[in-house]
């Protein structure tokens, strides 16, 4: 929003005052690119990619692409994938941190786990007790349609903390077109103090086949709720 301001301020009212000023017209020309380069960082997806000296979300070098100071903002999306996970569901491999501002646009964990593998990988994920993740956008757990070949993701959030979700929608959810794949996806929030839905409008899925994919799988283990 800012940036818009910022673009109509410039472009509007100082060119319909100096309409013939070349220093105006450049003055102008540079407020919008300045403006078309903020909405583009507004964009930005981060992938977890843990290089840093911690596990900590505010590191910007746990991302791909590196962050700015503090890791993602609220204006960002957020992806935990197969990168940097762990063995089992008790090992923490991110922190949502104190250095971390606490809101993110959209949040996908989409790792995956072959239902066949004796090695399956978790993103955990600890929030500490008294700090909130607020997820302004959607919450996706899985959301993989693996055919024949199906797989498991696994997002356990755990810490004592609390995840609030302001956005529209909340999948838990992967899917297969064979009989017997057993794809599914499992978010566990069991070791959260609070989780917040707040959102008249929004929609909580799980192994949910509308859309027209088969076979979903899901399963949410649920905090406290309010």
Same mark, same amino acid.
């Given at each position: 929003?800012?940036?818009?301001?910022?673009?109509?301020?410039?472009?509007?009212?100082?060119?319909?005052?100096?309409p013939?000023?070349?220093?105006?017209?450049?003055?102008?020309?540079?407020?919008?690119?300045?403006?078309?380069?903020?909405?583009a960082?507004?964009?930005?997806?981060?992938?977890?990619?843990? %290089?840093? /000296?911690? @596990?900590?979300?505010? +590191?910007?070098?746990?991302?791909?692409?590196?962050?700015? &100071?503090? $890791?993602?903002? *609220?204006?960002?999306?957020?992806?935990?994938?197969?990168?940097?996970?762990?063995?089992?569901?008790?090992?923490?491999?991110?922190?949502?941190?104190?250095?971390?501002?606490?809101?993110?646009?959209?949040?996908?964990?989409?790792?995956?786990?072959?239902?066949?593998?004796?090695a399956?990988?978790?993103?955990?994920?600890?929030?500490?007790?008294?700090?909130?993740?607020?997820?302004?956008?959607?919450?996706?757990?899985?959301?993989?349609?693996?055919?024949?070949?199906?797989?498991?993701?696994?997002?356990?959030l755990?810490? %004592?903390g /609390?995840? @609030?979700?302001?956005? +529209?929608?909340?999948f838990?959810?992967?899917?297969?077109? &064979?009989? $017997?794949?057993? *794809?599914?996806?499992?978010?566990?929030?069991?070791?959260?103090?609070?989780?917040?839905?707040n959102?008249?409008?929004?929609?909580?899925?799980?192994?949910d086949?509308?859309?027209?994919?088969?076979?979903?799988?899901?399963?949410l283990?649920?905090?406290?709720v309010?």
């Amino acid at each position: 929003m800012k940036s818009e301001i910022v673009s109509r301020f410039t472009v509007a009212n100082f060119m319909k005052t100096f309409p013939n000023s070349l220093p105006v017209r450049a003055l102008a020309v540079l407020a919008a690119v300045f403006a078309f380069a903020q909405m583009a960082v507004a964009q930005t997806s981060y992938t977890w990619n843990p %290089g840093g /000296a911690d @596990e900590n979300w505010s +590191t910007p070098g746990n991302w791909s692409p590196n962050t700015g &100071a503090g $890791g993602p903002t *609220a204006l960002d999306s957020v992806i935990c994938g197969d990168t940097g996970t762990s063995a089992d569901s008790n090992t923490v491999n991110n922190v949502v941190d104190a250095g971390f501002a606490g809101t993110v646009a959209n949040l996908t964990y989409n790792s995956a786990s072959a239902t066949s593998s004796s090695a399956p990988v978790f993103n955990v994920t600890q929030i500490p007790s008294g700090q909130t993740l607020t997820v302004a956008g959607n919450l996706l757990v899985g959301g993989l349609n693996e055919g024949a070949g199906a797989y498991i993701t696994y997002a356990y959030l755990t810490g %004592g903390g /609390a995840l @609030e979700v302001t956005g +529209t929608n909340v999948f838990v959810e992967n899917y297969g077109s &064979a009989a $017997g794949a057993n *794809a599914t996806a499992y978010l566990d929030l069991s070791g959260l103090s609070d989780f917040i839905f707040n959102n008249t409008n929004a929609e909580l899925s799980i192994a949910d086949t509308t859309s027209g994919l088969t076979r979903a799988g899901g399963t949410l283990n649920l905090a406290s709720v309010r």
